[in-house]
């Protein structure tokens, strides 16, 4: 939910190690398919620096979509992280592209 920092910074590390997980299968494929490896694994309190996270990630999630041939999807650069509507939709929107891509993928 959002404000909710304990909650919020469990996400972070497991949303983090599931994208090592997308750069790990990219590199075992035959050939290697390329998933950009950037250290995504906190998201900035500061609103500029978060704009900058927000787009970084949406590359990442550009190049995974692009390796599981999954082409919807939301611009996860898009919007404000600091509004709570925004936050919570952003969030939903974003599992589902995470759940697709496991299940693409075969993992659990």
């Given at each position: 939910?959002?404000?909710?920092?304990?909650?919020?910074?469990?996400?972070?590390?497991?949303?983090?190690?599931?994208?090592?997980?997308?750069?790990?299968?990219?590199?075992?494929?035959?050939?290697?398919?390329?998933?950009?490896?950037?250290?995504?694994?906190?998201?900035?309190?500061?609103?500029?620096?978060?704009?900058?996270?927000?787009?970084?990630?949406?590359?990442?999630?550009?190049?995974?979509?692009q390796m599981t041939n999954i082409t919807t999807g939301i611009?996860?650069?898009?919007?404000?992280?600091?509004?709570?509507?925004?936050?919570?939709?952003?969030?939903?929107?974003?599992?589902?592209e995470h759940r697709a891509f496991r299940q693409v993928l075969?993992?659990?």
């Amino acid at each position: 939910m959002p404000k909710d920092p304990d909650g919020f910074a469990i996400w972070q590390l497991e949303h983090y190690r599931e994208h090592l997980q997308f750069v790990q299968i990219g590199q075992a494929m035959t050939p290697p398919f390329n998933i950009p490896d950037y250290d995504i694994s906190v998201v900035p309190a500061e609103p500029s620096l978060r704009g900058q996270w927000m787009n970084t990630h949406a590359s990442i999630h550009d190049a995974v979509r692009q390796m599981t041939n999954i082409t919807t999807g939301i611009d996860l650069a898009d919007g404000d992280l600091n509004d709570d509507q925004f936050w919570l939709e952003w969030m939903d929107n974003h599992a589902a592209e995470h759940r697709a891509f496991r299940q693409v993928l075969n993992l659990s």
